[in-house]
């Protein structure tokens, strides 16, 4: 598995389409490209995605995760959220938490799993925190 930084167009159009289908949210490429935002492939082929946001001084949030279907069950959404934990890490982020739809029980599952803990709960969306 392999995680690199999402600098073309092309690759950030494929990221945004695949976004508003696996998470239902709305992006545009220049987003992607413009924030740190990765591709994960395997054996050249891309396999998901992982990006994460500054959100107050120190404070991070993972978004955008997603693993294509075939990819899926591989570990490599563990590996990804491991290595952005590292990189916010790098970048001097102290917290970091991740919004997580409330039917999406494998979501929620890989995060229990990366030690997140829920920490809130909206009427749509759990929170899920750690410090680093």
Same mark, same amino acid.
């Given at each position: 598995?392999? *995680?690199? &930084?999402? %600098?073309?167009?092309?690759?950030?159009?494929?990221? +945004?389409?695949?976004?508003?289908?696996?998470?239902?949210?709305?992006?545009?490429?220049? #987003?992607?490209?413009? #924030?740190?935002?990765?591709?994960?492939? +395997?054996?050249?082929? *891309?396999?998901?995605?992982?990006?994460?946001? *500054?959100?107050?001084?120190?404070?991070?949030?993972?978004?955008?995760?997603? +693993? #294509?279907?075939?990819?899926?069950?591989?570990? *490599?959404?563990?590996?990804?959220?491991?290595?952005? $934990?590292? $990189?916010?890490? %790098?970048?001097?982020?102290?917290? +970091?938490?991740?919004?997580?739809?409330?039917?999406?029980?494998?979501?929620?599952?890989?995060?229990?799993?990366?030690?997140? %803990?829920?920490?809130? %709960?909206?009427? &749509?969306?759990?929170?899920?925190?750690?410090?680093?």
């Amino acid at each position: 598995m392999r *995680l690199k &930084r999402i %600098r073309d167009y092309g690759t950030a159009k494929v990221v +945004v389409r695949g976004v508003r289908h696996y998470n239902g949210l709305a992006l545009s490429p220049r #987003r992607v490209m413009a #924030r740190p935002h990765f591709a994960i492939s +395997v054996n050249g082929q *891309l396999a998901g995605w992982i990006g994460y946001e *500054l959100r107050r001084p120190h404070v991070y949030e993972i978004a955008h995760l997603s +693993v #294509r279907p075939r990819f899926r069950r591989r570990g *490599l959404a563990e590996t990804a959220v491991g290595r952005v $934990l590292f $990189l916010v890490r %790098r970048a001097g982020g102290r917290h +970091v938490y991740a919004r997580i739809r409330r039917t999406n029980y494998a979501s929620q599952g890989l995060f229990r799993k990366c030690a997140f %803990r829920r920490v809130s %709960r909206g009427r &749509r969306f759990y929170r899920f925190a750690r410090g680093l």
